[in-house]
């Protein structure tokens, strides 16, 4: 419930001011560059307005999402909320092998999956260490929260929060399933007992949530924002060269390449090519599409979306989004934190396996039904 209130709130206070920003920032200064650089060759502007603004530019529009969700954050930690809340859900930890030591990294996971990772440090028990850590990336780190956040209300309108928490609770539904899984077969059934200090509440104080939003919204522009930067210029260059136009570039290339296990899922090249970009950092996946898709050329990128891909291969893409491998950082973290290459290419074969069986399961009940494939 607590949760879900987070969500609703994020929603309805957030999407609002970042429309206004696409719209109202991002487009205009696009537009301005296009202009202004008319004389200069064409790859210039491309470069410069598409390549650059199309797709970092979209890391402005992330910064309302951002604060909203690390202020809600920042005020359970700071009123002792999560430490109580690990207590409590003790006894349904154990479902998984794990114990409510863990529901701490988990719940960090919520904010970025490698601290998360990190966190699982403090688990005493090795099994129960290795596990939290194979089971983190399910949970939907703060930049799968802003992909969600974006399309949402593309697709769905008034009803984007009521999807958006159906997504989460379906990552969090997968968690526990995967969970229970590893815990009957590869890790025997092991349990450990749990035992910690419960905080009193306490008011929040101001100062610290607002130190607890400015670092985190802060570290997350400067680490997104530069892996953006970089990745949509290559991204943007692959999709101009060799030419002429996307569809006849090295990144049509590639899509088509695996356009045969994206018809299962319902996706088309720009979707699995946006996917596979999501794997470097997850906001990548909208810079993606913002050059995929070619956003300001007819409308904002919200608008060009909604009128180019159906609701059911939304939904498809939505359910590989979450549960898609975690980005770089967090592989290398895992590998890090587990000394092992074996266990690390476990986890994320795992996740690969998850995110195309649910999407592929998502789309296939969306046609079968009729559901959202015009």
């Keep these: ?51 650059v603004l199309g797709g970092a530019g979209i890391v402005v529009t992330f910064v309302p999402i951002l604060v909203l969700f690390f202020a809600a954050m920042g005020l359970m930690e700071d009123t002792g909320y999560l430490a109580r809340a690990a207590y409590v859900v003790d006894r349904y930890m154990h ?21 998360a990772v990190m966190g699982a440090r403090t688990i005493e028990s090795p099994q129960g260490r290795l596990l939290t850590i194979l089971l983190t990336p399910l949970v939907a780190c703060s930049a799968r929260l802003l992909v969600l956040a974006f399309l949402t209300p593309v697709f769905f309108g ?27 077969t590869l890790f025997r059934g092991e349990h450990a007992f749990f035992i910690m200090e419960v905080p009193l509440y306490h008011t929040p104080g101001a100062r610290t949530i607002a130190r607890f939003v400015w670092h985190n919204t802060a570290a997350f522009v400067r680490r997104a924002g530069s892996l953006i930067l970089a990745f949509s210029i290559v991204l943007w260059g692959l999709g101009y060269f060799p030419g002429p136009g996307l569809e006849n570039s090295v990144l049509a290339w590639i899509g088509r390449a695996l356009e045969p296990v994206g018809a ?29 898709y070619g956003s300001g050329s007819d409308g904002t990128l919200a608008s060009i979306l909604a009128s180019s891909v159906s609701t059911a291969s939304a939904l498809s893409f939505l359910a590989a989004t979450m549960l898609f491998i975690p980005c770089v950082a967090t592989v290398a973290i895992m590998r890090q934190e587990t000394a092992s ?23 296939q009940v969306c046609r079968l039904s009729g559901f959202g494939l015009g």
Excluded at 278 to 287: D, F, G, L, P, R
Aim: aromatic share 10%; hydrophobic share 60%; net charge positive.
């Design 1 to 51: 419930a607590v949760f879900a209130l987070v969500f609703g709130l994020t929603f309805q206070l957030g999407a609002p001011v970042q429309s206004c920003l696409e719209a109202g920032v991002v487009e205009p200064v696009r537009g301005w560059v296009s202009r202004s650089l008319s004389g200069t060759p064409p790859w210039v502007v491309g470069l410069l307005a598409d390549g």
């Design 95 to 115: 479902g998984l092998g794990l114990h409510g030591k863990s529901f701490m990294p988990l719940c960090l996971g919520f904010g970025c999956n490698v601290p």
């Design 158 to 184: 008034d009803r984007a929060w009521l999807v958006a928490l159906a997504f989460v609770a379906a990552n969090v539904a997968a968690l526990a399933a995967t969970g229970i899984a590893l815990n009957r």
């Design 264 to 292: 299962l899922m319902g996706l088309d090249w720009r979707l699995l090519v946006a996917l596979l970009a999501s794997a470097v950092a997850k906001e990548n996946a909208i810079a993606a599409l913002g050059i995929l």
């Design 341 to 363: 290459w074996r266990w690390t290419l476990f986890g994320v074969a795992l996740l690969l396996a998850i995110a195309a069986g649910a999407a592929t399961v998502v789309y």
